[in-house]
């Protein structure tokens, strides 16, 4: 009787054990093809412009780079020139500005000259630069934005400010290697 207790104690716990490996098995199995299918469906980087600033040399060297990419330009009004998706925004203020904020997602990049804007991407873990090739992050956009309010207001009680130098050969080498940097670590990822 002790012996055939003992035997059926075993046998349970043989059984127990078994089970467990099964459950446990049928759960890496079925997990399995959710990984797999989850890694070869990633998400494709979507590049968001705001093109009411975005100088055409720019617009025209991130459609030839990126040609492989989903690019679109928002603004309030066409942006005459170029073939690419533009989202079309209500005219108002930052009406495409969060329009670009609503669609961008983390892993994404946004190119715009808007420090405001800027840090809305950039808390959304969206990478963003502008056009001459700054790249908004983490730890500079809170001191960009403060120099930038500093700025805005100084030109509101009347003080007048030499406005940044027209975009030249320098500003787009800068934009293009930044932009080109930038394109090849996504394309690693």
Known sequence: MFLETQLLEKAKHFLFCLMKAAVHSAAI????????????????????VDADSCPRQAREHILKRAAKLKVIFAANRV???FGAEMEI???GDNAADDRIVELAQSGDLALTRDVPLAKRLVEK?????????RVFTKNN??????MRNFMVGLVNNGLEFKRTADYNKKDFKNFADSLDKILSKLSRT
């Open 141 to 146: 956009i809170n001191e960009l934005l403060s």
């Open 29 to 48: 199995f079925l997990c399995l093809p959710l990984r797999a299918q989850s890694l070869s469906q990633s998400k494709a980087v979507k590049i968001f």
């Open 79 to 81: 942006i005459p020139g």
């Open 125 to 133: 873990d969206v990478i963003v630069m502008d056009d001459r090739g």
């Open 89 to 91: 925004c209500p005219a």
